[in-house]
């Protein structure tokens, strides 16, 4: 594939949270492939340990930390540690999150409920907030943090997770804002509906005693099956385009697997009339 | 008062949290006054102590409590203490919300960002969480969630407010289809910022009444949706009535 003449991927430092699996793991492969130094952190060993010895069977280079993103010490401990020891971090995929409890609000578990927040959102502002100040000492640096539609729209019975994905929009473009003076990009992407990790799991809900859940299960399989399906190469293309620094006038955004950015461009620079386009907000 | 023949919440129960200071007393001050049988929770024992003496001297009532909006259990007893004393629930407004550090995402303390977010995201959680299984059952109530504007458009250096009502007002729109099955409503509702003196009276005064029309049961039909103290509700009620409609009209979306 033609790589962009100006991308920053090659042989710079990209951290993945969550990339132990599912789609944290289909963007760390890639990214690895495109030349950029690989750092997943996740909460699990044994899958960092599968992910990362399948980037090196690639060629690719990793480093794997095991960590919680709720767990703002060790966060902030493994990001000192990478910039000491791998290299200056030039962008942070904030991926790791869970789909939350489904069924009506009131009777889901409340700990499970805003375990769901505390995780979606609480993550990826701690690892933002661990990783930007060196980014702006250098005066680069790009964050994709990883939505879904639910967010943009709404997803009734999976609310923590909808509620989750909107607030982390409404975080990137605000923190777009905040750091763009200092060089700064910050994209909020969903990556559409791929047949591997929160999709899958939700999708095998087919059995599930629990009307809400099976409803969902159902729904999944059916997106699954239909041309809204989108497709993991096409998803970590976009990523890797967003990471390329080619898009910085999309910055703070919005953005989805298929949308196409040369065209976003031309219209976000179109300032009168877009100024919130793509950004959440409501029709007047 | 006139309103007080015919105010439409005249001998419902409506319970209004963060009723002690800034809008929301106001709010609970013109519910009381209105004949309606407003219950306040408030953040302290100076806060229930004041709104309580201004409401009594303006010649109204309200029973009055002091929790902790981010413990869910004792949001929870106290939800079963007022439905035990005061009667069914018929309304809440979810007020009590703080505004939070001012400064770049980066550079707030980390746990004053993280609090604005358990206190105007949790609590209201919490809150609904408490009351909605109730409402269910007898199929009749309404919520209202107050947020702000900062949570519909870009807001930087007030990250934590702005991503906590964002939050709120998703949360809302989720929740209103959830339990639209059961007949009730709810609305995410932005009061306004009052103008400086003179008008802030009579400001806050309309914007309270438009909050009274979103629980009178006239605008059922908007349930889900971010409204304003600005909007014509008739108006919005045509549009959203309209089959041409977006069915994401006044809800927090990305434009295609």
New interface residues.
Partial sequence: MAMHMDSTLPGSVALITGGGRGVGRLFALRIASEGATVVLVARSRRELISVAREIRANGGKVFTFVADVTN?RVVRAVVRKVERTVGPIDALINNAGIVGPIG???ECG?RN??AT?EIN??GT??V??AV??KM?ERGRGRIVNMVSNA?????????AY???K??V???S???A???GRFGLQVFAYHPGLLPIGMTTAAAALEESSLTAEARIGAWCRDQMASENAASPERASAQLVKLLSGSYGDLT?R?ITESDDLDALVIRARNVDAYN????????R | MAEQMDHPLRDSVVLITGGGRGSGRVHAEQLAFSGVRTVLVVGSADELEEVVGLIGAGGGSAPCFVVDVTD?AAIRDLISRVEREKGPIDALINHAGARGPIA???ECD?NE??RV?ERN??AA??F??AV??EM?KRRRGRVVNIVSDA?????????AY???N??L???S???A???QGFRLSVFAYHPGRPPLEPGCEAFQQASAGQLASLLSGAYDSLTG??ITAYDDLDLLVARVGRPVA?K????????A
Avoid at chain 1, 276 to 283: G, I, S, T
Avoid at chain 2, 151 to 159: D, F, L, R
């Fill in positions: 703002r009506n609000t009131w409340w409920w805003w927040i959102l609480g502002a701690v933002s907030e930007i100040p702006v967010g943009a729209y709404r997803w009734p019975t999976v609310s909808s509620v989750s909107a607030a929009i409404r975080f473009e605000n923190l804002i905040e750091c703070g919005y919130d386009y793509l950004m959440l907000r409501p029709q | 869910a770049n995402a980066w980390w960002w993280w977010i995201l949790g959680t919490a609904c969480r909605i299984p269910v949570g519909v458009y870009s807001s930087p250096t007030v990250s702005s991503v906590s964002a939050a007002i998703k949360f729109e989720n929740l289809l959830e339990c949706r971010y977006a994401d009209y006044r809800r927090l979306r990305a434009s």
